[in-house]
């Protein structure tokens, strides 16, 4: 397909093309006009110092979205501050946060003969997603407060790493602390009678990267706010002004609003932005088929025979992929391409082109899925260059977390000046991190949201200078939906950041937290939630003895602290230490969600290009012991699994306290639900195949335990007649759904904040709770986490491009692109592609929805077909 636009004249766009010799594999390319800077003058109220400092760094005035969020903050108003990449959202908050601190501190000195802490004087606490972020914030902050000339702002980080002495120190002296909400939840929270002069004088809480706070996280995060709002509250009397700064999303008011527990109408949103921007051309590019082995190892993340693994007791999660450090994948083989026409990985064809693109000097950003990804683009590139010119090899280099801040610091200088050409990275580079005005950025696979690609793409161009971008696809039906399918990329509205704190499984635990700080009275359940729901869930608190009630409110009486009933992060309990059993080494580690699945007895674990295999898992001990051994094969586990729908009022199943209840809604004789699920799973064998050409050598049973997951499923039913009817006959009806399954986990992240291994999916030609063949897709974290819910709102346009990406692809019989999933536990068999079509074309006959709920069903059991 020839470029739709004019565009096709950015001078970079013939590298990519290698002349036109590739110009098959670009799908589209699309071109954003620059826009100009909008400047306002500095505020009246502005600290002239602070001033004097921002233009001694170069900012002669400011940007018009900068003065507009910082005057609404200045005015106490709660901010929702959605701008580009590197639009300078820190001036917005530092400048009315930094000012009020000095205030407060000229008050002091004024004040003859007062005792400095009796003052009472504004203190500021910056939160981010990650340690890194926040002492790079700490960096820039020391650089203005240095430019500014003042010496009276003491400004320190504080986390879970800082020693006792120095948390000391900022809880008596520190004006403004940036930490992360870990160590809210964790530390300074529960401590909070050592930390009631920052409460006290706590004037404003700025919110950083406040997008990365989606699903689950997300709804801790907001639960934590609300605990830290009361205790301020508690203390000071006052309510401090919350400045959320995020990437641009869709409607951050609304989602500002549901962070902090208040209406959308206190929360000023300031989305206009003033920064300039270049010229930018955004490019969806396909790697060609090819015709040689059909199999290469590559650097993408897999969670292979692990659908979603699930735990007993430990509350568990699949890694958060905004966490830099989460993308790490150092355990398993992906096997791309295992299709009839595969096509080359995305992160082969990124090398190639970041070593085009840095050969004609062009300064380029590779993001990549996962830390190896990175690690591997960048080895690819250097080996294209090598033959070249070495000093050309030694001018691109990984960067990625795990690496040493000093070493981050160095990576980031060099690209900025030019040392550097290239530079492969994980998302770590997405937030935060002041690099900009690139030439180039290729994006090797579907970041997930359209968010995340606009924050990487933002990286490049500059006034004066086009930016190109490129989307390269992964063999994945999202990836090839999307590059075939632009108006999706360019013309759909930004993901909203999904999250949701009255998730029963976040909320209790967070209530116990709150309530151990401080007792809970009945005029504080509104600030945790609606009041009826919050009572809801305290009335079980109570009756499991968590906490005791009494007239005044409710009691958290135990010795242990609250804060360890909830890991915000949902990292699932301890991970599994991967340890060398010669030497005790440790290799490195594995979560506990995925540990079953990835080195169980037997596993062959892969490490920086070394193997090993697995001795012995000790489930008890949190370790896996293994060996150094050169293997010809790879390990593949099998999980089986069974969901369950909780119906209401069943005593054998009763549902999570407070969830939402079970939903309902016709098409005809189709039948859609959301609701509570139990999904119950075990890694029960592995095989073992030869690598590369996969031949399976052997399978072996396993004795793991099986592990249960509470969560929320959108599911729908179909009978047989309506199945028939559709041409689907009994043997096909199995592959005709697992294959709609696979395909409908791929697409969901179009229409929610995830990705697919957010989810999990179970198919059945006859399930026990609906009586009729049934698809399920469920959020792969306890109680759920507002994805399947999603799906169910959206159900007719989900359906419609799932069966749209699945009919589209040119393949006979099913691929990766289409219908196979990364990520099956059941081998991707039994998988029909043209069934599927005619499954969800009979579904789609009978849309749109809106008839009316329909009684819940009775229920009894048997297994499923896992996905
Ligand atoms: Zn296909
Ligand atoms: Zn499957």
Same mark, same amino acid.
Do not use: K, M, N
């Given at each position: 397909m020839p470029p739709e636009t004019s565009s096709a004249d950015h001078p970079l766009l013939d590298v990519l093309t290698a002349r036109g010799a590739r110009s098959d594999r670009l799908k589209h390319a699309r071109t954003f006009p620059a826009r100009s800077a909008q400047h306002a003058d500095w505020p009246d109220w502005a600290d002239p110092q602070l001033v004097e400092g921002y233009q001694a760094l170069g900012v002669e005035r400011p940007w018009t979205h900068q003065v507009t969020a910082a005057d609404a903050a200045w005015r106490g108003e709660n901010v929702a501050l959605a701008s580009s990449t590197g639009s300078g959202k820190s001036l917005a908050f530092w400048l009315p946060a930094l000012t009020a601190v000095r205030a407060g501190r000229a008050a002091t000195q004024d004040g003859q003969g007062r005792i400095e802490s009796t003052v009472r004087r504004s203190t500021v606490l910056y939160l981010s997603p990650t340690k890194a972020l926040a002492a790079d914030q700490l960096t820039a902050l020391t650089r203005l407060l240095d430019a500014a000339g003042t010496r009276d702002v003491r400004a320190t980080t504080c986390d879970g790493d800082t020693p006792s002495e120095e948390r000391r120190w900022a809880a008596e002296h520190a004006d403004v602390v940036l930490t992360n909400p870990d160590f809210l939840h964790f530390a300074l929270l529960p401590a909070h009678r050592r930390w009631t002069r920052l409460l006290r004088g706590l004037r404003y809480v700025v919110v950083d990267e406040g997008h990365a706070y989606r699903g689950v996280f997300g709804a801790h995060v907001a639960l934590v706010l609300r605990r830290l709002a009361r205790l301020a509250e508690h203390y000071g009397g006052t309510a401090p002004t919350f400045v959320v700064a995020s990437a641009t999303t869709a409607d951050p008011a609304a989602s500002v609003a549901r962070l902090l527990g208040t209406s959308a109408d206190d929360v000023t949103e300031v989305s206009a932005d003033g920064s300039p921007a270049g010229r930018r051309t955004v490019v969806l590019w396909q790697p060609p088929?090819?015709?040689?082995?059909?199999?290469?190892?590559?650097?993408?993340?897999?969670?292979?025979?692990?659908?979603?693994?699930?735990?007993?007791?430990?509350p568990w999660a699949l890694p958060d992929p905004l966490d830099p450090a989460a993308n790490e994948a150092d355990a398993v083989l992906t096997v791309e391409g295992a299709a009839e026409h595969p096509r080359r990985s995305a992160t082969a064809e990124v090398a190639d082109l970041l070593a085009d693109l840095a050969s004609h000097g062009a300064r380029t950003l590779a993001f990549t899925r996962s830390r190896r990804g990175a690690e591997s683009v960048a080895e690819q590139v250097r080996d294209h260059l090598r033959p070249v010119s070495t000093g050309l090899a030694g001018r691109v280099a990984a960067y990625r977390g795990g690496y040493l801040p000093e070493e981050r610091r160095e990576l980031e200088q060099a690209i900025r000046s030019g040392d550097l050409l290239g530079l492969a990275t994980t998302n770590a580079l997405e937030l935060g991190v002041d690099i900009s005005g690139l030439d180039a950025v290729l994006v090797a696979g579907w970041p997930g949201t359209r968010m995340s690609l606009w924050q990487q793409a933002g990286r490049a161009g500059r006034a004066g200078a086009d930016g190109l971008v490129a989307f390269v696809a992964r063999e994945d039906p999202l990836d090839t939906y999307l590059v075939t399918h632009p108006e999706a990329v360019f013309d759909a509205p930004l993901e909203a950041t999904v999250f949701d704190p009255g998730n029963p499984y976040v909320l209790a635990p967070q209530l116990c937290a709150a309530a151990q700080e401080v007792p809970l009275r009945t005029e504080d359940l509104a600030r945790f939630g609606d009041p009826a729901r919050v009572r809801e869930v305290l009335d079980v608190l109570v009756a499991r003895g968590l906490l005791r009630r009494r007239p005044s409110g409710w009691y958290w009486t135990h010795a242990q602290p609250a804060a360890g009933m909830a890991d915000l992060r949902g990292s699932g309990g301890r991970p599994v230490r991967v340890v060398e059993a010669a030497t !005790?080494?440790?290799?490195?580690?594995?979560?506990?969600?995925?540990?079953?699945?990835?080195?169980?007895?037997?596993?062959?674990?892969?490490h920086q290009g070394v193997t090993y295999v697995v001795d012995h898992l000790d489930l008890a001990d949190h370790v896996a012991l293994v060996v150094r051994r050169d293997v010809d094969h790879g390990t593949w586990s099998r999980d089986v699994m069974e969901i369950s729908l909780e119906e209401p009022g069943d005593p054998d199943h009763p549902a999570p306290e407070g969830s939402r209840p079970a939903?309902?809604?016709e098409w005809g004789p189709v039948t859609w639900g959301l609701g509570p699920v139990e999904v119950t799973s075990q890694v029960v064998s592995f095989q073992r195949r030869r690598i590369p050409d996969m031949q399976v050598l052997d399978t072996e049973a396993l004795d793991l335990p099986s592990r249960t997951l509470g969560t929320t499923a959108v599911w729908w039913s179909v009978p047989d007649h309506v199945l028939r009817a559709a041409g689907v006959d009994a043997d096909e009806t199995p592959g005709a759904l697992h294959a709609a399954e696979h395909a409908a986990i791929?697409?969901?992240?179009?229409?929610?904040?995830?990705?697919?291994?957010?989810? !999990?999916?179970?198919?059945?030609?006859?399930?026990?709770?609906?009586?009729?063949?049934?698809?399920?897709?469920?959020?792969?974290?306890?109680?759920?986490?507002?994805?399947a819910e999603r799906g169910y709102e959206l159900g007719e346009r989900w359906l419609r491009a799932t069966r749209d990406a699945v009919a589209a692809c040119p393949c006979a019989a099913g691929c990766p692109a289409c219908v196979q999933s990364p990520k099956c536990g059941n081998d991707n068999s039994p998988l029909d592609k043209a069934a599927a079509v005619r499954v969800l074309d009979a579904l789609l006959r009978h849309a749109p929805d809106g008839s009316p709920p329909s009684a819940p069903r009775p229920r009894p059991s048997t297994p499923a077909t896992a996905s």
């Open positions: 088929e090819i015709t040689g082995p059909a199999f290469e190892r590559s650097g993408s993340t897999t969670a292979d025979g692990h659908p979603a693994g699930v735990s007993d007791d430990d !005790g080494r440790l290799l490195g580690t594995v979560d506990a969600a995925s540990a079953d699945g990835q080195v169980h007895d037997g596993a062959v674990y892969v939903q309902r809604r791929g697409l969901l992240p179009l229409l929610a904040t995830c990705d697919r291994w957010d989810l !999990g999916g179970v198919s059945t030609a006859q399930h026990p709770d609906t009586g009729e063949a049934t698809v399920f897709v469920y959020d792969a974290y306890p109680g759920g986490a507002g994805f």
